[in-house]
């Protein structure tokens, strides 16, 4: 295995936690806050680039570094308040790739929730009731999110990067199989 930039941006701790869960199960691996990550990325075989979301999308420092990453093969850790499983929570790994420099491969996702922002929360327990984030729902769902990342989410963001890990070794093993059929087949021509 090659070695893995762990890559994050973290204002509550949470994307932190989940940061170096993921760079030390991962072994070889460098960590950074994403205000001091490299910009030349060659030296990793795989980018880990973990955030938390604001507006349904990476945070903005994140989503500027995230621009600058080329070529590279990347997986995505978020933390947010949201359900897991959530539309919103969902789609901001689209809007992540989107904000990807060319020639990337995502290889795959993670997302746990996260204790929100007290002063965000203390926004959000004085809207309005046309603000889509209040209401006895959201209140219900941010006492949940107040106690994560937890035990459980650590010990997923390890089982992550082990399936991973195997997801690479399996990628491998593939194309170098097509690399070989591929040989075959042009040394059977250059013999006719």
């Given at each position: 295995m090659g070695k893995w930039a762990?890559?994050?941006?973290?204002?509550?701790?949470?994307?932190?936690?989940?940061?170096?869960?993921i760079a030390e199960q991962a072994g070889d691996a460098d960590l950074f806050r994403v205000q001091d990550a490299p910009h030349d990325l060659s030296g990793y075989e795989v980018v880990a680039v973990g955030y938390w979301l604001?507006?349904?999308?990476?945070?903005?420092?994140?989503?500027?570094?995230?621009?600058?990453?080329?070529?590279?093969?990347?997986?995505?850790?978020?933390?947010?308040?949201?359900?897991p499983d959530s539309e919103h929570a969902i789609t901001s790994f689209a809007r992540a790739g989107y904000a990807?420099?060319?020639?990337?491969e995502?290889?795959?996702?993670?997302?746990?929730?996260?204790?929100?922002n007290p002063a965000l929360l203390e926004r959000r327990k004085q809207s309005g009731p046309d603000?889509?984030?209040?209401?006895?729902e959201s209140m219900e769902r941010w006492k949940k999110a107040a106690s994560h990342?937890?035990?459980?989410?650590?010990?997923?963001?390890?089982?992550f990067v082990d399936s991973m890990k195997?997801?690479?070794v399996m990628k491998r093993r593939f194309m170098a199989k097509m690399q070989?059929?591929?040989?075959?087949?042009?040394?059977?021509k250059t013999q006719e």
């Open positions: 762990v890559i994050y941006s973290s204002v509550t701790g949470n994307t932190r936690q989940i940061a170096e869960a604001r507006l349904g999308r990476p945070d903005p420092m994140s989503l500027k570094y995230l621009a600058g990453v080329k070529n590279a093969t990347v997986l995505f850790f978020q933390t947010h308040g949201a359900l990807l420099g060319e020639g990337c995502i290889l795959g996702t993670f997302g746990c929730q996260g204790k929100i603000d889509p984030h209040g209401g006895p990342p937890d035990a459980k989410d650590i010990a997923e963001a390890k089982a195997k997801k690479l070989a059929k591929q040989d075959a087949l042009r040394a059977g």
